[in-house]
């Protein structure tokens, strides 16, 4: 019991680790801003290859790999989550250093309601009642902002999009996370390389700086460090709770715009933030009724 107990609080501390990792990322990317977004994202994907295969040299899980290496579907899914996860990084990275870290919090308030539409969509769930007014209320939110003030919250909508449907992928391959960012980065990885090799970089590491060469390469403990914290939360305790933890990373990137970055906060929105945190608020009370019965 008491052993349960330990790994119910280890797998809480793990999960406040991983959010309150992701809230401030953005400060990593704001130092290595001079660098154009696409080249962060290939060297986020290179250090994210060595830093996983790394870990697996010491903590294991090669035998896992050798296994998802002869089945040829779950490769395939891994392929398409490999494109969406790059797709995302490369928007959040942009987001955060064109001074659209409000839209980039947002898009990450907005995608557990998201996640909620894509399981009645594709894996049956149904929606309860309060369920429901959640995403109507979200709904109404984004849909204000476009009639009213004449704007789609394309950042938004699409980091909620492509971060729902990459892990509404991988939750359909089933393999846990240090096996799959090995393998979708080792998928991008000549991609990455043939880039940096033909283009002219800006981040070349033989004229950077030193500083600059540790930085870049610190992008693999940035996105690799937050996704295993996260993947050991993920067993040990249950995913209605970790659900709790996971609006503790766009608060974080909500409060960094708007005091540390100065990004107008205007009443445009302010109307379209009021829905979405109403919508999470019933989302969470939602859950935390279901939990207690």
Same mark, same amino acid.
């Given at each position: 019991?008491?052993?349960?107990?330990? @790994?119910?609080?280890?797998?809480?501390?793990?999960?406040?680790?991983?959010?309150?990792?992701?809230?401030?990322?953005?400060?990593?990317?704001?130092?290595?801003?001079?660098?154009?977004?696409?080249?962060?994202?290939?060297?986020?994907?290179?250090?994210?290859?060595?830093?996983?295969?790394?870990?697996?040299?010491?903590?294991?899980?090669?035998?896992?790999?050798?296994?998802?290496?002869?089945?040829?579907?779950?490769?395939?899914?891994?392929?398409?989550?490999?494109?969406?996860? &790059?797709?995302?990084?490369?928007?959040?990275?942009? +987001?955060?250093?064109?001074?659209?870290?409000?839209?980039?919090?947002?898009?990450?308030?907005?995608?557990?309601? $998201?996640?909620?539409?894509?399981?009645?969509?594709?894996?049956?769930?149904?929606?309860?009642?309060?369920?429901?007014?959640?995403?109507?209320?979200?709904?109404?939110?984004?849909?204000?902002?476009?009639?009213? $003030?004449?704007?789609?919250?394309?950042?938004?909508? &699409?980091?909620?999009?492509?971060?729902?449907?990459?892990?509404?992928?991988?939750?359909?391959?089933?393999?846990?996370?240090?096996?799959?960012?090995?393998?979708?980065?080792?998928?991008?990885?000549?991609? &990455?390389?043939?880039?940096?090799?033909?283009?002219?970089?800006?981040?070349?590491?033989?004229?950077?700086?030193?500083?600059? %060469?540790?930085?870049?390469?610190?992008?693999?403990?940035?996105?690799?460090?937050?996704?295993?914290? $996260?993947?050991? &939360? +993920?067993?040990?305790?249950?995913?209605?709770?970790?659900? $709790?933890?996971?609006?503790?990373?766009?608060?974080?990137?909500?409060?960094?715009?708007?005091?540390?970055? %100065?990004?107008?906060?205007?009443? @445009?929105?302010?109307?379209?933030?009021?829905?979405?945190?109403?919508?999470?608020?019933?989302?969470?009370?939602?859950?935390?009724?279901?939990?207690?019965?």
């Amino acid at each position: 019991m008491h052993t349960a107990e330990s @790994e119910h609080r280890k797998g809480i501390f793990l999960a406040i680790g991983a959010y309150t990792m992701w809230g401030f990322a953005p400060l990593y990317f704001k130092l290595i801003a001079a660098v154009p977004a696409t080249e962060i994202l290939l060297h986020r994907i290179i250090w994210s290859f060595f830093f996983t295969a790394l870990l697996m040299v010491f903590i294991g899980g090669f035998e896992r790999l050798h296994q998802l290496l002869r089945q040829p579907k779950r490769l395939a899914v891994l392929l398409l989550t490999s494109t969406l996860i &790059a797709g995302n990084w490369l928007l959040f990275i942009w +987001a955060v250093n064109n001074d659209h870290m409000l839209d980039a919090s947002l898009g990450y308030y907005i995608n557990p309601l $998201f996640n909620v539409l894509l399981g009645m969509l594709f894996l049956g769930e149904r929606l309860r009642r309060l369920q429901w007014l959640a995403v109507g209320l979200a709904t109404i939110g984004v849909m204000i902002q476009v009639i009213s $003030f004449g704007s789609v919250p394309v950042i938004s909508l &699409a980091l909620a999009g492509s971060f729902g449907l990459y892990g509404l992928l991988r939750k359909k391959a089933n393999v846990d996370a240090k096996t799959g960012l090995l393998v979708e980065t080792a998928i991008l990885m000549p991609v &990455a390389l043939v880039y940096l090799m033909l283009t002219t970089s800006s981040a070349s590491m033989l004229t950077n700086t030193w500083t600059l %060469n540790l930085l870049l390469m610190a992008a693999g403990v940035v996105t690799t460090a937050p996704l295993l914290c $996260f993947a050991g &939360a +993920a067993v040990r305790i249950p995913l209605s709770m970790l659900g $709790f933890f996971q609006y503790i990373g766009p608060s974080i990137m909500f409060i960094l715009a708007v005091s540390l970055f %100065n990004e107008p906060f205007d009443i @445009e929105k302010g109307v379209t933030f009021g829905f979405i945190w109403s919508a999470l608020a019933i989302f969470t009370l939602d859950m935390f009724r279901r939990r207690r019965n």
